[in-house]
């Protein structure tokens, strides 16, 4: 019902406030409309006159105009904090009425809990009840035939067929105090639901007339919502184009100076390995030791890996001495001399990790 009330409280915004603009538009149209009409009339009739007599009514009305539309929207924002303030109180009262409700329900549920419980505690009472008046009749049964009396114990099974009779009413008023429970909680539910489809059926013709009330209105907005959709969208168009030629540009831009900077250190590296050859032949010399006397004169190229600080990974021939002595050998002097002094530039190393050297020891 709270939530309907909320969404009346729309409605009703909704149709007050565009009731407000029709008033002004209205207004407006009938003062500046007058206006207009009688300066020319006068300006007809008395051609100088007529202009400063028709100015003067014309600010007068400009200002009655603007006098009432600031009513307008005085009474607007009015009406706006009246329909707040009874939406935020709605609300609090169905926050309240769900709180409410909630308590009653953990109320309802405890009850039946203890009830249970009740219910089990006395099932289990007349159940020992029963087991001793049981357990007592037999005893005074087998006294009869062995033709003893013992009063203590037929006082004691009268006592406890006592208790027991009147546990078992208790069970029977308990029954029927649920059953009168069931039935008010029955009759309860039936209500509730009644009173709910009632609800149901006004909400139900509240939300037709809400529609009817909208449809004008979304009918009205349906246009302007379409143009300025159009406008938008030209609009994005026009930006995600200059956008997308602006970052064009950039990535050309930033393609370029990349390839630039790629090229420099490229270049860098190179003349930087080339100028740190000497050290490596030289580290790889100092680490040859010659395979026999008569091999002078020979070369090999080797095809190396190495690491960021220049442990060689990988060492390959791949144009021999003619000698596989002689290439053992120098495979072995480059493994000895790991690691190998490369440029220590970080940036170099994606372009000189790996390079071709030319051993020649008696060059």
Known sequence: MIRERLRRIGSWTRAALFTLFIHGVIIYLILFGLSIHQEKLEAEGRPVQAVVVDQLELDRNKEEE?????????????????????????????????EQKRREEEQRLAKERRLAEEQERIEEERKRRESILSNCEKL???????????????????????????????????????????????????????????????????????????????????????KRKEEEERKRKEAAERLLAEQKLKEQLAAEQEARLAAQTEKAAA????????RIRSSIEANWRRPGASLRGLKVVIELRVGRNGEVQKARIVESSGDDRFDESAELAVQKASPLPIPKEPEYYDHIKEFRIEFNPDE
Not at 145 to 158: I, M, T
């Open 140 to 226: 005074v049964l087998e006294e009869e035939k062995s033709g003893e009396v013992n009063h203590d114990l037929d006082g004691l099974c009268e006592k406890e067929r006592q208790a027991l009779k009147e546990q078992r009413a208790r069970e029977e008023r308990q029954r029927e105090e649920e059953r009168q429970r069931l039935e008010e909680e029955k009759q309860r539910k039936a209500e509730e639901e009644q009173k709910r489809q009632e609800e149901a059926e006004r909400k139900r013709k509240a939300e037709e007339e809400r529609k009817q009330q909208e449809e004008a209105e979304r009918k009205r907005k349906a246009e302007e919502d379409r």
């Open 66 to 98: 603007k006098r009432k539309l600031e009513e307008l929207e005085r009474k607007r924002k009015e009406e706006e904090l009246r329909l707040a303030e009874e939406k935020r109180r709605l609300e609090e009262e169905q926050r309240l009425a769900e």
């Open 271 to 278: 003349n930087a390995l080339s100028a740190a050859a000497g």
